[in-house]
Structure formats: structure tokens, C-alpha cells
């Protein structure tokens, strides 16, 4: 049951990672700094108090960077992968009692995954904002997308298998999405 919710934070935290990548860290970071969230063994460093700087920094200036309309488009692609490596270490930095082999594969799966999938989808949604209305809708994007990342980390901390559904609903539709999209394309090609 311990790595079921332990998965559960992972899988949650690593879906706010595809909204923003700093806002899930700096919300781990202070869990654990007030006890609320046990970190794997090498993993201790992400609540540290320069850590904790440092995440804070860093999502203050990615938030803020995102009400840029040119630099919006281009963090995307930046962030894309970026939001993959971070699921991937933030789900990994969960789950403590399993092989190194079991961990790092339902880390890259699983948290790698989700912040993939929940990436893509609001890339999609940005460049379809960026395309039918100039970018004038983007920092509304951008406000639900932070909102979304705030919420999924808080839900991830302290109700966690709720998240855990959340997530994989989020997923699920986001997945059909793009897949009509794609569909869609290949019709009309």
C-alpha cells in the first residue's frame, strides 16, 4: 500500500510537472521541509534550503516568462522535454523501497509519462490559442496552466489517490485528444 501512494504523489506531482516544471519541485521541496513528504534515499536534497531557493527562483522567473507572448511558444519547446526529465526524477524520488531497476522503469513510465502526455496537451492548446487568436488568449493559458499545476501538486501532497484518478482521467482525455487531432490531419492531408 506504502508504494502504491508513494506511486500516486510520483504520478501526481510528475502530471503538474507537464503545466509547469518548478511549481511541482518547489511544492515537494516544502513538504518535505515541513515533514509532510518522505523523499527517497538521494533524493533528501530537493528539500533542502537552497534547494528550496532555487525552485522558488526558478518558478517565479518560468511563471512570469510564460506572460511573454514570443517566449511563451519557445519555453514550450524547452519545456517539453525538460517536464520529462523532472516527472521522471520526481517520481523516482518517491518510491524507496523497490529495485533500482523496478524504480527508475515505473519512474520513466509512469512519471515520465504523465508529464509527457499532460506536456503535449498544453502545447497543443497553446498553439491552437496562438493560432486562432494571434496569442492574444495565451495568458489565459498560461494563468490555467499555473492554476492546474498549483492544484495538482496540492492535491498530489495531501489527497493523493484522488490525484492519482485525477491524473489518469487528465491523461486519458488528453490522449484521445491529440489522437482525434492526429486523425483529423491525416483525413484532411
Known sequence: M?????????MGLSAACGFRVFV????????????????GPGFEWIGSGPAALAFSTATVLEIAAYYIPWLDNLLDTIMTPAAVVAGTIVTASMLSDLSPFLKWSLAVIA??????????????LRAGSSGTTGGLA????????????I????LAIVIPLLCLALVLWICYKMVRKISRLALFRRRTA
Open 2 to 10: 506504502e508504494t502504491l501512494l508513494a506511486l500516486a504523489v510520483g
Open 24 to 39: 511541482p519541485l518547489l511544492g515537494m521541496s516544502l513538504a518535505a521541509r515541513a515533514g509532510h513528504l518522505t523523499l
Open 111 to 124: 512519471g515520465g509519462g504523465a508529464a509527457g502526455i499532460v506536456q503535449g496537451g498544453t502545447v497543443a
Open 138 to 149: 495565451n495568458p489565459a493559458v498560461s494563468t490555467m496552466e499555473m492554476v492546474g499545476s
Open 151 to 154: 492544484l495538482t501538486t496540492a
